[in-house]
């Protein structure tokens, strides 16, 4: 089974300037998370879709933050704009069921964020 | 609201010798709880779970833990650890009254040959 997918691995961006985040979870998978993991620091949820829905976005910043899971599979996170301390590792997740499911969470390799 | 906490930043053992991570938890209702390693540049992987039954669970790579309601803990362990198992390790609660997935700090697990 394929795993959770994410791209880029890496991106180096400016203060100021905007990016995106893509996520493919795996197949069949209900819900979809993002995390926000800084050097240091276990991983912060930053949204949860059930489907194509939000469950929390409670700690998304939504000034400048947004997130949408389309048809409920893919997902984009985007910055806009970027501050230096959103250099960060951006992982996303997949289970097959959500809200108050037993069941796992699988992750993707992440996209490190570098801003400068 | 949920939390997790693992008191130990790091741990250091000798290849051969057992090897505990500590973890304890905070929940409203009752506890799911889960052990995740991350290996550098490399997503979070799935050790075990927890969600009822035999407080002791068994996982991947030899891993396991124990669930102590009366303790709030669900540390992890391993009888004799190898070299290989030099990672960080997270532990992740969900409360069954709630649907996030929240994680610790982490600790970094160094095992010397």
């Known amino acids: 089974e394929a795993g959770v997918a994410q791209s880029p691995r890496y991106k180096i961006i400016e203060k100021r300037q905007s990016v995106a985040f893509w996520c493919n979870p795996i197949?069949?998978?209900?819900?979809l998370y993002w995390y926000q993991q800084i050097l240091g620091q276990g991983p912060k949820l930053l949204i949860q879709?059930?489907?194509?829905?939000?469950?929390?976005d409670s700690q998304l910043p939504k000034d400048r933050f947004s997130a949408e899971r389309l048809k409920g599979v893919d997902s984009t996170l985007k910055i806009q704009p970027a501050k230096l301390e959103d250099s960060a590792v951006y992982l996303c997740?997949?289970?097959?069921?959500?809200?108050?499911?037993?069941?796992?969470?699988?992750f993707g390799q992440g996209t490190r964020l570098t801003v400068v | 609201a949920q939390s997790v906490a693992q008191p130990e930043d790091q741990v250091n053992v000798a290849e051969g010798n057992p090897l505990t991570v500590k973890c304890t938890y905070s929940?409203?209702?009752?506890?799911?709880l889960f052990w995740y390693v991350q290996y550098p540049n490399r997503g979070l992987q799935f050790l075990l779970k927890y969600i009822t039954g035999d407080n002791l669970v068994k996982g991947s790579y030899g891993f396991e833990a124990e669930f102590n309601k009366s303790q709030t803990s669900f540390h992890l362990k391993k009888p004799s650890a190898l070299v290989s198992d030099s990672a960080l390790y997270f532990c992740?609660?969900?409360?069954?009254?709630?649907?996030?997935?929240?994680f610790g700090a982490g600790t970094t697990v160094t095992v010397r040959a």
């Open positions: 997740a997949s289970s097959l069921v959500g809200l108050t499911s037993n069941t796992e969470a699988f």
């Open positions: 992740a609660v969900r409360d069954t009254n709630d649907y996030k997935l929240s």
């Open positions: 929940v409203s209702g009752n506890p799911y």
């Open positions: 879709f059930q489907n194509n829905g939000v469950v929390d």
């Open positions: 197949s069949g998978h209900a819900t």
